[in-house]
């Protein structure tokens, strides 16, 4: 292995030594403390300790790094103490995860490290978005994210990559190619010679570096780096190296042909690089083992004292406290000048009145910018608030979700518009398993709203119709509102913006240009989880939102002679519960109306919650109407069918008369 030292110094040298031999002395602990089965899980990243050492020693301490699991040199050349590892490996309290997830699936503000999720992909349109709200800063500082050579088959990778390269993003995208996905070789994973070609379709420089070589990656990163803040831009390094230990422990390495794993244990990149400093008179064999004992001993002692750590009791309130970020509501009141305005008016005038009251906020979506959006709610806020702030985005769901996530991380607001509720679909995940239990793993916010245009009505079909809230009210870690009136929706959708949690913001599309009202002309908020009270009366309580909630209205209107408390839930996530029970109690009985098909859906819910709360107060089953166990049609004569409107007065008149 050829070692070139352009202009560093002795001590440079020697520090990048120090760097490169912690982790490897860490691992040798850590496997040691496996098979004495006092650790469960470990993913050893030795034979790949350069990458990682090379990539933070030129990175500065306040630009973001996404490592994943065979990255420990990120979490020790960030100098964190050694103690809150071994804590955060033994789910204790000095960890990072308050013993909620394990390894490296944590993150942390205090170091600008920002930890995977197991499912790879996201955290490279993370990295996006952290990039992109440092290039509105224009402070010129680069963020790195990591992956693997198998995570590059992801969507994820390919929808992160194409975004950085279309927004001219400063990302360090660093593929840690180790020759295996678990057991799947790389023949296996692609067809290209290198990984770095990819970078050629996106219009993207790239890098193919020797991984094993710690001067290789140190030089030529610091070279790159500095090229890239000083025009941002996103760089594609690959690095060649192999992994030398199975997956995870568990997994072994039987499938690896040893005529590989001996080739590749010839280039231990901490042996080579010890070997070279020795040759080249600058490590001698006393300092050599006076560093060694130096680091053991920090290891040792660390590793005790988190050992010491009594383990974590389970605190009912405190795990459920720790799914949202607290958040006091800030009332602003509505004034008394008004317009009456259409619900799609309702939401533009709102949106545009939060990005005049935050300066860090960030709408993006599909079309949003000079054509003003799909159902053009965004039209003109190019001119009013510029491109930055307001961006079209290639189509992309899953990534711009993540990228959301990194523009809150990095100190903005985002507001992300899926042109139809059905294609969150293909941001799915990030929704899932990133936003939603961000602060529960590790303490993080993920301040995003997530506008979802959906509802059937208007002849759509099966991709453009669906009220999919309940893909997200079973989800712990999100918010779900659902205003079926124009000044719910623009006092609703204030307080989303202003919730530093994340917020799935439905608004129907049949309602944008139906519903009228008088709105107020400033800004104002109102609360979530205060459902509306529209209808008084003895008969019956009906629960519904949305659209539904007009056709319940309706329904009333025909019958002036039923006498009901009509509910309008506005909120899902968090639901009024105390409404709800306050008047099934008055009028014993009660019918949820939901436009969703029957099964699995919102009102089941409900339903469930009235029966264990209500049951002695209840004058007859609780009713469930709702749209048929099917998709939705197209032509109007089946649409009609599908949807409950019509078979809501039926349903009504028979539970009065049960």
Not at 94 to 111: A, V
Not at 137 to 160: L, P, Q, R, W
Not at 162 to 175: D, G, K, Q
Request: with cysteine; charged share 25%.
């Amino acid at each position: 292995m050829n070692f070139d030292r352009k202009q560093l110094s002795n001590e440079q040298l020697l520090d990048l030594y120090k760097k490169l031999i912690k982790p490897r002395l860490i691992e040798e602990k850590m496997l040691i403390l496996i098979r004495q089965g006092k650790v469960s899980k470990w993913f050893s990243g030795i034979g790949q300790e350069a990458i990682s050492v090379g990539v933070t020693a030129v990175l500065q301490p306040d630009e973001y790094i996404l490592p994943m699991h065979r990255n420990l040199g990120v979490f020790t050349g960030r100098d964190i103490p050694l103690y809150r590892l071994f804590s955060q490996w033994q789910g204790k309290a000095n960890g990072f995860t308050k013993g909620r997830d394990r390894s490296f699936h944590f993150g942390t503000q205090e170091y600008k490290i920002i930890g995977m999720i197991s499912h790879l992909g996201p955290q490279l349109g993370v990295a996006d978005g952290i990039a992109l709200a440092n290039n509105l800063k224009e402070n010129g500082k680069v963020t790195a994210v990591f992956t693997g050579e198998g995570a590059t088959s992801e969507g994820d990778f390919h929808e992160a990559l194409n975004i950085a390269a279309v927004w001219e993003l400063p990302v360090l995208f660093i593929i840690e190619n180790n020759g295996y996905g678990l057991s799947t070789p790389t023949n296996e994973q692609y067809r290209c010679t290198n990984l770095a070609d990819k970078g050629i379709g996106y219009g993207m420089e790239a890098h193919i570096i020797d991984g094993n070589n710690i001067l290789e990656v140190y030089t030529q990163l610091d070279a790159i780096v500095a090229s890239m803040r000083e025009n941002p831009r996103p760089v594609l390094l690959e690095f060649k190296t192999f992994r030398m230990r199975g997956h995870e422990e568990a997994s072994g390495t039987k499938y690896v042909p040893q005529e590989l794993m001996d080739a590749w244990a010839v280039k231990d990149p901490v042996e080579n690089y010890r070997k070279y400093l020795k040759a080249e008179g600058i490590l001698t064999e006393d300092h050599d083992d006076i560093v060694r004992a130096e680091l053991k001993a920090e290891i040792d002692e660390h590793y005790q004292r988190a050992s010491a750590e009594p383990a974590i009791e389970a605190d009912l309130s405190e795990e459920l406290n720790d799914v949202y970020k607290p958040y006091g509501f800030e009332d602003v009141k509505p004034g008394s000048e008004t317009e009456n305005i259409r619900l799609i008016d309702a939401i533009s005038q709102g949106l545009a009145q939060s990005m005049e009251r935050h300066d860090n906020l960030v709408i993006m979506g599909q079309d949003i910018a000079e054509y003003g959006g799909a159902f053009k709610i965004t039209d003109g806020f190019v001119k009013r608030f510029g491109k930055d702030r307001v961006r079209n985005t290639p189509i992309c769901e899953s990534a711009i979700v993540s990228a959301g996530m990194g523009l809150s991380i990095n100190g903005y607001k985002s507001v992300i518009e899926m042109q139809f509720a059905d294609f969150v679909s293909t941001g799915f995940n990030p929704i899932v398993n990133y936003l939603a239990k961000v602060h529960y793993r590790w303490q993080e916010n993920a301040d995003v709203v997530v506008r979802m245009p959906c509802g059937a009505g208007v002849q759509a079909g099966p991709f453009h119709s669906q009220t999919n809230e309940a893909w997200f009210t079973k989800t712990p870690g999100l918010k779900v509102v659902y205003p079926a009136f124009p000044y719910d929706a623009k006092g609703l959708l204030a307080t989303a913006i202003n919730d530093p949690n994340p917020v799935m913001f439905f608004e129907h599309k049949a309602l944008y240009r139906s519903s009228y009202q008088d709105v107020p002309k400033n800004y104002y908020t109102l609360p979530f989880g205060k459902a509306s009270l529209l209808r008084e009366g003895e008969d019956v309580t009906i629960i519904s939102f949305g659209a539904a909630v007009h056709w319940a209205l309706e329904t009333l209107d025909k019958n002036p002679d039923i006498k009901a408390d009509l509910l309008d839930l506005r909120t899902l996530q968090p639901l009024d519960t105390e409404a709800i029970f306050a008047s099934v109690k008055k009028t014993g009985k009660a019918v949820i109306l939901q436009e969703d098909s029957l099964f699995g859906g919102i009102a089941s819910d409900i339903s469930s919650m009235i029966m264990e709360q209500c049951f002695e107060y209840l004058d007859g089953p609780v009713k469930r109407v709702a749209s048929l166990e099917s998709a939705i049609p197209f032509t109007k004569a089946l649409e009609d069918q599908y949807l409950p409107k019509g078979r809501f007065e039926t349903e009504l008149k028979d539970l009065l008369a049960y």
